[in-house]
């Protein structure tokens, strides 16, 4: 609105003494309309980027919300005992089992991971472990990945970092799945 007045004054500055708006004047009211017009369309694209970004935002931030409230949901029903154990009552005690699949805990209970389809543990592997609360600590990413099969999760690990550099990945990976291996601090 600044930017039309000055136009307005400059070419009401060039007009003639007999009323007329000299050529020179009505370039340059034309010229300042036209930068207005386009600070007003940048203005408008800008605004429409910002409000793209937030929506973007926002649904991304809904569907991490609802992994989160899966991951919990599947994480709660596990940890009540809601899921099968992985050993028979009738077997005896370490009798068919070789050990994999099996984090240091002895793996009594099954995780609510194995409940997940892969394509949400992707993403919750993609996310910090701090912004998902069944894998924030190491406990909690014991028991939640417990009776998973190594292989798998290594698999999964891969699917997960797929997109940084390998060698980041690899750190990543390996010390994810270190996670498994050392018994917990509280044991």
């Known amino acids: 609105a600044q930017a039309q007045a000055r136009a307005q004054a400059q070419a009401q500055a060039s007009v003639s003494s007999s ?3 000299d050529l020179r ?7 300042a309309i036209q930068a207005e017009t386009r600070r007003q369309e ?10 793209k970004i937030a929506n973007d935002y926002a649904r991304e931030k809904e569907a991490r919300a609802a992994a989160d409230a899966a991951a919990a949901a599947a994480f709660s029903s596990s940890s009540t005992g809601a899921s099968t154990a992985t050993r028979s009552s009738s077997a005896p005690s370490g009798a068919g089992q070789s050990g994999h699949g099996q984090s240091s805990m002895g793996a009594s209970k099954i995780g609510g991971a ?23 600590t ?6 939640f990945f417990s009776g998973m099969d190594p292989a798998k999760l290594k698999r999964l690990l891969h699917e997960a970092y797929a997109d940084l550099d390998p060698e980041a990945a690899k750190v990543k990976i390996e010390k994810r799945m270190s996670l498994l291996d050392r018994p917990s601090k509280s044991r």
């Open 25 to 31: 004047g009505q370039r340059q009211h034309m010229h």
């Open 19 to 21: 009323g007329e708006l």
């Open 42 to 51: 940048a203005a408008v694209k800008e605004a429409e980027e910002a409000e």
């Open 138 to 143: 190491r406990d909690a990413f014991q028991r």
């Open 114 to 136: 194995n409940a997940m389809d892969e394509v949400a543990l992707v993403e919750l592997l993609r996310q910090r472990p701090k912004d998902v609360p069944v894998m924030r």
